[in-house]
């Protein structure tokens, strides 16, 4: 949108949560932040890494809601769920390979981050991009993350067979071409 | 709902319940224009089919039908009668200067019966006050859209006999 792309950089947290706050100042859902600041290892590091949503190009949310209560937009923007639409169900939840909605279990609604719609429909950064201190989240033009950045932005993920691209980039090592997740290796159970 | 539906494997559902907002709405600018054009094309054969019907239509044939004879009624006198058919109801006048006219009994309003108003030398329905001439049937006043049909008439010694109906003799 007006030339700019959202850049996902976890390895650049710091774990501030400004991001959390700035979002949840939001006029369109005071109070109720929808980004997350998770921990990658708590037992052994402090590293951090936020979480947007990816705005995927086949977003399974959507696909999966009964409802018919997500949707995306012209722009690729997959919005938060409606709230006369939304019941509740989860099914979301289970099946976003990211996992990024959450279940407001106290509005009965999912709410996930809309990529500040407001915002950025008309031109200007989303909250959480706007107050990072290390750009972890950056809102920029891609000629500015290519100069600046020596990680690579992708947006193509593998998860085990499923192929999965986005709207948002994540910041990667140079010498890799996409993401691939398999998630049995970030279940520390399996491991332990 | 789209007017036309692409051709796809997908299942009727995907298409009705998109994931995108854009289908959400039910007029998109193709769709509208879609539907002005149809709409116009219907109102255009719809119209053509009017034409063709009023071009092709002949002139209704008129049974002929004694009435009563002409001396049976005073100056100022009244006499109903159904013509053509046995449903239509007919009011023939005889009227202060001699002559005969019938008109049909319904009121082009609403359909309640006229009656003729001597003192007023009129033609009056009671029902919202609507008047005719007694002259043509023309509207004197009040709701009615049209004149009221007139029974043309021919006298055959002393007889009346109707012979064919005048719709829309004046407007």
Request: hydrophobic content about 35%; charged content about 25%; overall charge positive.
């Given at each position: 949108?007006f030339g700019y792309e959202f850049y996902v950089d976890p390895s650049r947290c710091i774990g501030c949560q400004s991001c959390i706050n700035a979002c949840a100042e939001c006029e369109t859902h005071r109070g109720t932040p929808m980004i997350h600041v998770d921990f990658l290892d708590r037992r052994n590091t402090i590293a951090?890494?936020?979480?947007?949503?990816?705005?995927?190009?086949?977003?399974?949310?959507?696909?999966?809601?009964?409802?018919?209560?997500?949707?995306?937009?012209?722009?690729?923007?997959?919005?938060?769920?409606?709230?006369?639409?939304?019941?509740?169900?989860?099914?979301?939840?289970?099946?976003?390979?990211?996992?990024?909605?959450?279940?407001?279990?106290?509005?009965?609604?999912?709410?996930?981050?809309?990529?500040?719609?407001?915002?950025?429909?008309?031109?200007?950064?989303?909250?959480?991009?706007?107050?990072?201190?290390?750009?972890?989240?950056?809102?920029?033009?891609?000629?500015?993350?290519?100069?600046?950045?020596?990680?690579?932005?992708?947006?193509?993920?593998?998860?085990?067979?499923?192929?999965?691209?986005?709207?948002?980039?994540?910041?990667?090592?140079?010498?890799?071409?996409?993401?691939?997740?398999?998630?049995?290796?970030?279940?520390?159970?399996?491991?332990? | 709902?789209?007017?036309?539906?692409?051709?796809?494997?997908?299942?009727?559902?995907?298409?009705?319940?998109?994931?995108?907002?854009?289908?959400?709405?039910?007029?998109?600018?193709?769709?509208?224009?879609?539907?002005?054009?149809?709409?116009?094309?219907?109102?255009?054969?719809?119209?053509?089919?009017?034409?063709?019907?009023?071009?092709?239509?002949k002139e209704p044939v008129y049974p002929e039908k004694s009435i009563c004879r002409a001396t049976d009624i005073p100056i100022g006198g009244v006499r109903l009668f159904r013509y053509p058919t046995q449903k239509d109801a007919?009011?023939?006048?005889?009227?202060?200067?001699?002559?005969?006219?019938?008109?049909?009994?319904?009121?082009?309003?609403?359909?309640?019966?006229?009656?003729?108003?001597?003192?007023?030398?009129?033609?009056?329905?009671?029902?919202?006050?609507?008047?005719?001439?007694?002259?043509?049937?023309?509207?004197?006043?009040?709701?009615?859209?049209?004149?009221?049909?007139?029974?043309?008439?021919?006298?055959?010694?002393?007889?009346?006999?109707?012979?064919?109906?005048?719709?829309?003799?004046?407007?």
């Amino acid at each position: 949108m007006f030339g700019y792309e959202f850049y996902v950089d976890p390895s650049r947290c710091i774990g501030c949560q400004s991001c959390i706050n700035a979002c949840a100042e939001c006029e369109t859902h005071r109070g109720t932040p929808m980004i997350h600041v998770d921990f990658l290892d708590r037992r052994n590091t402090i590293a951090t890494v936020p979480f947007v949503c990816m705005h995927c190009e086949d977003p399974t949310c959507a696909k999966v809601c009964p409802a018919d209560a997500i949707k995306r937009t012209e722009d690729g923007v997959v919005q938060s769920s409606l709230k006369p639409r939304c019941i509740a169900c989860s099914n979301c939840v289970l099946a976003c390979p990211f996992g990024i909605p959450k279940m407001m279990t106290e509005l009965e609604q999912m709410m996930k981050c809309d990529m500040c719609y407001d915002r950025t429909s008309e031109g200007k950064r989303p909250m959480c991009a706007t107050v990072c201190p290390s750009q972890a989240l950056a809102y920029v033009p891609s000629q500015q993350i290519e100069r600046s950045r020596r990680e690579k932005p992708t947006n193509v993920f593998f998860f085990g067979n499923q192929r999965v691209t986005t709207k948002v980039f994540m910041m990667i090592p140079p010498e890799r071409d996409a993401l691939s997740v398999d998630v049995v290796d970030y279940m520390w159970e399996e491991n332990a | 709902m789209k007017l036309f539906r692409r051709l796809r494997t997908d299942p009727v559902w995907k298409d009705e319940f998109s994931i995108d907002r854009a289908d959400e709405h039910y007029v998109s600018r193709r769709q509208f224009t879609k539907f002005l054009v149809l709409t116009s094309l219907g109102m255009f054969v719809g119209n053509m089919w009017i034409l063709a019907r009023s071009w092709f239509s002949k002139e209704p044939v008129y049974p002929e039908k004694s009435i009563c004879r002409a001396t049976d009624i005073p100056i100022g006198g009244v006499r109903l009668f159904r013509y053509p058919t046995q449903k239509d109801a007919c009011i023939l006048i005889r009227t202060e200067d001699g002559n005969f006219v019938a008109y049909t009994q319904k009121c082009t309003h609403l359909s309640c019966a006229v009656y003729y108003a001597r003192e007023k030398n009129r033609l009056e329905c009671p029902c919202h006050e609507g008047y005719f001439s007694i002259k043509d049937g023309s509207v004197l006043q009040g709701p009615p859209p049209r004149p009221l049909p007139r029974v043309v008439l021919e006298r055959r010694g002393d007889e009346l006999v109707a012979v064919g109906m005048r719709i829309h003799e004046s407007i």
